[in-house]
């Protein structure tokens, strides 16, 4: 059997997805999550790297995973991912002009990254004389970490992307009759937002304001401790009906600056390609999981806004039946279970 293995190393929690392929049929066959070790990523201690992959270890060997070779995630906030524009050329060509392109858009010396690049979008289909191409360079010592805790959890790396490469991967597949939508992932420490042609991406950018932030701006705005801040954000989120408001009041200017954010993307994305409109928002990632985060999105931003399910054309067992509200979550471990090529 063809197994392929999601491992999305949060800086929260640890999440496991592996699918049994054929095909194009996919089957459930291990998921769970496991939380990371405190400030274990941020490390370079050698205790605090056995520490994530021991911990690895036990979510592989608690979840039954067959697989040994993994396709991991890397921070958006760390990576440099642009869909940049370049003239008609041969793959050939491409090859030989992306690392003259490259030093346009990324704020590090070519030696210290490994550069990776794929066409989104031919001239032909752009209709125009130029190409579209993603654009992604991972700092070297970023992936060299990565690496390190993956040989002491005793797994190979066989892939490496972002996570909103991965999350628009898993996406795609459950919106098939949207032609145009905006993707916000929002995680612990960063909201990565994507824009999604056909299922193409057309956008992605990367800010330094979710979950976390939410928590320390409800402590500060209360004068709560993080922990009663964190209980508080998770029991009534963004209801504006619980506590008088007051939890709403206090996350309103993170929340803004994430509105705002938004809106700066679709505006964006709408002067370049004015024609065509952006049909919906869907939200992945822990933080979209807060109570009332959905209705706050749709009412701030004035249009569709539902929660992301990536189990779309996945076939699962009952026992998984509990993991369907849990999509969100598991949207990138899903969409690098999903790479299989």
């Known amino acids: 059997m063809n197994y392929s293995l999601g491992l999305d190393i949060g800086s929260h929690t640890i999440k496991l997805i592996e699918l049994v392929y054929s095909g194009n049929s996919f089957a459930l066959s291990a998921a769970g999550s496991i939380p990371t070790p405190p400030k274990a990523l941020t490390s370079t201690v050698p205790a605090d790297t056995q520490a994530v992959a021991d911990t690895i270890k ?6 039954g995973a067959k697989s040994k070779n993994v396709n991991i995630a890397l921070p958006e906030s760390k990576v440099f991912t642009r869909v940049i524009e370049v003239p008609a050329l041969s793959d050939r060509e491409l090859s030989s002009a992306i690392k003259w392109e490259a030093e346009q858009y990324i704020p590090l010396p070519l030696a210290d990254v490994n550069l990776d690049f794929t066409t989104l979008r031919t001239a032909a289909e752009t209709g125009t004389n130029k190409m579209e191409v993603l654009l992604v360079a991972a700092p070297k010592v970023l992936l ?40 916000a992932s929002m995680g612990a420490q960063t909201t990565d937002l994507a824009i999604l042609r056909g299922g193409v991406l057309a956008l992605t950018r990367s800010i330094p304001a979710a979950g976390d932030a939410i928590t320390r701006a409800i402590a500060q705005g209360l004068d709560f401790s993080v922990t009663q801040a964190e209980e508080y954000k998770r029991t009534y989120g963004l209801d504006q009906t619980k506590l ?11 929340m803004d600056t994430i509105v705002g ?16 409109d952006i049909q919906s928002v869907v939200v992945s990632g822990g933080t979209a999981r807060i109570p009332g985060m959905v209705i706050y999105l749709a009412q701030a931003l004035g249009m569709e806004v539902q929660p992301a399910n990536p189990w779309v054309g996945i076939s699962r067992d009952p026992r998984f039946n509990v993991l369907t509200a849990e999509g969100p979550n598991f949207c990138v471990a899903v969409g690098l279970a999903l790479r299989t090529q």
């Open 144 to 183: 060299s970490r990565y690496m390190g805790i993956l040989e002491v959890a005793e797994v190979t790396a066989i892939g490496a992307e972002t996570e909103i490469i991965a999350t628009s991967r898993a996406l795609a597949r459950s919106l098939p009759n949207v032609k145009n939508v905006l993707v």
């Open 244 to 254: 008088e408001g007051k939890i709403v009041a206090a996350a309103k200017p993170i």
């Open 58 to 63: 036990k979510l592989l060997k608690d979840t």
């Open 261 to 276: 954010e938004i809106q700066r993307a679709l505006a964006f994305y709408q002067e370049k390609y004015h024609d065509r």
